[in-house]
């Protein structure tokens, strides 16, 4: 029996929560969504959580299901590559792919989350309540206990089933793990490093005071700063830094003077361009960065998990709101198949996507490392080269493991983490070995790393690592 008027839930009106209310809603079930925050449309609540994000492919497509592709990209400033810049101050611009086509952009979370919020509420059977806090979920009765923030009133709302879209703190899978119904696993790991957002704000015109169209990147070995371009001429700009470690770190950058040093030794063409660095520094809190996984996701047929609360990331692929977006997609598609039932639906999913998302947790972490220290290695700047030169001469034979991931949204986040790790493995092998180098033939070179990445995933398979 396909019931079209059952009553869904929704916890949490985040990137990934408003996506999903508005497409349930687009299928005809009546969604109600509960939020902790006030509006973000008629308050900034933005302080200390990124202010803009990378928006790719896998996003894309969530975007073009629920048809507003082209009021997103209005939103976007694409992209093209990484700036790299020394302690010299030198640039070198190193692109995402060697195809045109393919960039990423510069979002602005509020502005985006504002869109899907106001598309959503287009439908009559859609409502959004703000300022209601869940305090726990009865996976078992499929009800939540609520909090509201202002009149400080608790009150339960049931429903046909309960979808948990509240971010990496989640209540319900809090109470998954409480509760001790069923054999819950949890895991939750923290890097040694905290992220601290900073701006270049625009020049007195209102123009960009750097370069507009890319991800700017200080990598320093230990730590790094990035700063991502926003619609009015400035940058949200990020350190990420040790909490303990090394000379310069959060625990000890405690005064103007410290910090002041600090970017006159790391980042002298950054600070040149933010005169306003010690106020932002000591006005915005420092916040972990840590990874979330868990399963199930799902309890019977009543309650899912689903974005952050089933698989949080840290943020250096650019993948956490494109892979909680790509999981509304990958939902809708098993919700085609088995719609009418929960369980089944719950399950498919789950069975389907946990394999990928866990990859893309693993590859964030690998490009954390990569982004800090290794993009400022000559091998690694050679294997780029190459990589370029391999995806503008064959568009069609090669993507490095950066465009597997995040270009080719028709294969899945492990597939492209196999098969992009194996890449890697290939071409630095053979540079190091002197098999290979960027002078070279390419389309020798492409055969070579075809052959070799084949080997290397063939050792995998029979390893068991695949």
Known sequence: MKNKQQNI?????????????????????????????????????????????????RGNKAMKLVGIEDKVKALCIPMNGRMLHDKEGNTFLSNYSGREHEYINSISRGELNGLLLTEAEKHDNVTIHFNKKC???????????????????????????????????????????????????????????????????????????????????????AFMLIALPNLDGSFTVTLFLGYDEGEYNFNNLTTPEIVTEFFQKEF?????????????????????????????????GNTLLMGDSAHAIVPFYGQGMNASFEDVVEFDAVLDKHEGNWETVFTEYEKNRKKDTDAIADLAIDNFHEMKDHVG??????????????????????????????????????????????????????????????????????????????????????????
């Open 377 to 466: 290695q000559a091998i690694f700047q050679e294997k780029r080269k190459i990589e370029m030169a391999l995806e503008k001469e064959f568009p069609k034979d090669y993507s490095s493991k950066y465009s597997l991931v995040t270009f080719n949204e028709h294969i899945g986040y492990r597939e492209a983490m196999l098969k992009g790790r194996a890449q890697d493995k290939a071409i630095l092998n053979m540079l190091s070995d002197g098999v290979i180098s960027p002078t070279g033939n390419m389309k020798d070179i492409l055969n070579k790393v075809k052959q070799e990445t084949e080997a290397i995933l063939e050792d995998d398979r029979v390893a068991g690592l695949k």
């Open 9 to 57: 839930l929704i916890i949490g009106a985040g990137l990934c929560g408003s996506l999903l209310a508005l497409r349930l809603g687009q299928r005809g079930y009546n969604v109600t969504v509960f939020e902790m925050r006030p509006d973000l449309r008629k308050t900034d609540i933005s302080a200390g959580r990124s202010i803009n994000l990378a928006f790719s492919d």
């Open 135 to 221: 305090k726990s979920v009865d996976f078992e009765k499929t009800t939540a206990l609520f909090q509201d923030y202002n009149t400080k009133k608790e009150f339960v709302e049931d429903a046909d089933a309960i979808f948990a879209t509240d971010g990496a703190g989640s209540a319900m899978r809090k109470s998954y793990y409480l509760g001790k119904k069923f054999l819950f696993s949890f895991s939750q790991d923290y890097l040694t490093h905290g992220y601290k957002e900073l701006s270049i704000l625009p020049t007195k015109t209102g123009d960009y005071k750097t370069y507009k169209n890319a991800l700017h990147i200080w990598p320093r070995g």
């Open 268 to 300: 002298p063409d950054a600070l040149e361009l933010m005169p306003n660095l010690v106020e932002d520094f000591f006005d915005n809190p420092t916040a972990p960065l840590g990874t979330v996984k868990c399963s199930p996701w799902h309890y019977k």
